[in-house]
């Protein structure tokens, strides 16, 4: 079964007429992205926070930070995370690390502060190993298909995103430059690998979208239908290499090789808008020649809530017809807690069906089980151990069950 890429044109075109309604009807937007997102990773470092020691190690630095951001419209973070697993029984390493530092950051140049407002938003990064594979190889080093700590590789420098944030009116946005797509496609607010869980399953696609590499030159666009369904979409190249950004945009012109997706979704309200969220995720991809990889397309499906202030209960899926995807089918559920601010305990079970086109024909299907507890220490320090039992790994038949422990910190100044 293959889909017909035209339909992408028609929805887009959709998108595009759909938002030009009387902007009286909408509030301002909302749509800034999802937990790693440049927008809401320095509105979090900003955020007070309650933690185990009521400490904020860089107090002075903050104040310092905030007077800039007034007087110029140019804001930024950093930090340094770390990712370590072990395995009780391995068929190569068995074990894997690997540490990241980020800068990013926005600078705000047009209508500061005012409706129509643009500006700058930019992230960057080191990203080295420390043992002989990174966590991001370290499910596939186990015999399982997918990724834990995807983004914890051996990159060395390299740039996710720099693209242009521009808001339309009181009810539309727009993006375009080098993105990174996990930041806009299939939001919600668990799928963060350095805030909640480690494994892929549980993210952006649940394991089951191709999704393409960072630092991708695109655009994208959203706007709101009603005060609670929104309409996003948008396209990128396939071809990046975020350690050599522009190569990417060359590629574009000369392979024209493409990711496009659209997203239908509903939110309880805007400013709760990846909390209470219910979503549809169409998205197609193009061959990829120098990889022989197939063009495909597939459908996401998600549903979380925020209850009570303490509880968010999820259900996610996907099914993919080739692409290149790790899962053809993918089935997620499970349920996060905060039993005290800041805090969070989390866990989710995972059915998953790899992609014949990907691995092969007749692999058997695979489950996976993910137990975190992340403890905010300071304003700055968190601290995230965490169990996962990953069941009849598809490339390992000769094991039935292989419990996975890891470690994770993140230091933010």
């Not at 309650?50 to 950093?78: A, C, H, I, M, P």
């Not at 039993?339 to 092969?360: E, Q, T, V």
């Not at 069941?391 to 230091?411: H, T």
Request: with cysteine; aromatic share 16%.
């Amino acid at each position: 079964m293959k889909m017909n890429p035209s339909l992408f044109g028609t929805l887009g075109w959709t998108l595009i007429a759909s938002v030009m309604l009387p902007q009286e009807l909408f509030a301002e937007s909302a749509m800034d992205g999802g937990p790693d997102s440049v927008d809401v990773l320095i509105e979090e470092q900003r955020r007070k926070k309650q933690s185990w020691l009521d400490q904020n190690l860089f107090g002075r630095y903050d104040t310092w930070k905030e007077g800039v951001t007034e007087r110029t419209g140019f804001s930024w973070g950093t930090d340094y995370s770390a990712q370590y697993f072990t395995a009780s029984d391995s068929p190569a390493e068995d074990s894997a690390a690997s540490g990241m530092f980020r800068f990013y950051g926005s600078w705000d140049l047009l209508n500061r502060g005012q409706e129509n407002s643009g500006g700058l938003r930019f992230k960057a990064e080191y990203r080295n190993r420390f043992t002989d594979i990174p966590p991001s190889a370290y499910q596939l080093n186990l015999g399982s298909v997918g990724f834990t700590g995807a983004p914890f590789n051996n990159d060395g420098i390299r740039l996710t995103n720099f693209y242009w944030r521009q808001e339309i009116g009181s009810r539309m946005i727009g993006y375009i430059g080098m993105l990174d797509v996990t930041d806009f496609v299939d939001v919600y607010a668990l799928g963060s690998p350095w805030t909640s869980f480690s494994n892929l399953a549980f993210s952006t696609g649940a394991a089951s979208m191709a999704l393409p590499n960072d630092s991708s030159p695109g655009f994208m666009l959203g706007g709101w239908l009603t005060d609670k369904v929104y309409l996003t979409g948008g396209m990128s190249g396939l071809n990046s290499d975020p350690t050599q950004p522009w190569e990417g945009v060359e590629r574009v012109f000369d392979e024209s090789e493409f990711y496009k997706f659209l997203e239908i979704g509903w939110t309880s309200s805007k400013d709760r808008f990846y909390f209470d969220n219910i979503h549809l995720t169409f998205w197609h991809v193009d061959e990829i020649d120098d990889t022989a990889t197939p063009d495909g397309w597939g459908v996401n499906f998600s549903s979380s809530f925020w209850v009570n202030d303490c509880y968010m209960p999820f259900l996610r899926a996907g099914y993919a017809d080739d692409g290149g995807s790790l899962l053809e089918l993918s089935f997620s559920t499970g349920i996060a807690w905060q039993p005290k601010k800041d805090d969070l305990f989390g866990i989710a079970a995972n059915w998953g069906r790899p992609n014949a086109s990907s691995f092969g024909p007749g692999l058997d299907d695979q489950y996976g089980l993910e137990v975190f507890y992340r403890a905010q220490l300071t304003k700055n320090l968190r601290l995230t151990p965490s169990i996962q039992l990953l069941a009849n790994p598809a490339l390992n038949p000769g094991e039935d069950l292989i419990a996975v422990f890891g470690m994770r910190g993140v230091l933010s100044f």
